[in-house]
């Protein structure tokens, strides 16, 4: 139930959650995983060397894609206004 960061290698242990979300994560060396970790939308993670995952990677996760639709569409008047939105919420535009 540990982050364990040496100056090789970053270990993410058991029961450990890491989440990155608009910002970005280097990793010089290596990373393993048994915890969970969640990389959202706009968010990245780089490793240099090995990442061996035995725990849970989860990528733009679904329920924030999810959150992001529901509060566009809460927010936005016209179907043209909506897709708008979701173009500057995912940045492609």
Do not use: H
């Not at 970790?37 to 061996?52: S, T």
């Not at 035995?54 to 733009?60: P, V, W, Y």
């Amino acid at each position: 139930m540990t982050l364990i960061v040496g100056p090789y290698s970053v270990e993410n242990t058991e029961f450990t959650d890491i989440a990155i979300g608009s910002g970005k994560v280097n990793i010089g060396g290596s990373f393993t995983n048994s915890g969970k970790v969640k990389v959202f939308l706009g968010g990245e993670l780089n490793v240099n060397k090995e990442f061996l995952n035995s725990g849970n990677l989860s990528i733009n996760d679904p329920e924030k894609i999810k959150q992001i639709i529901v509060e566009s569409l809460r927010t936005s008047k016209t179907v043209a206004e909506f897709g708008l939105e979701i173009l500057k919420k995912f940045k492609l535009l």
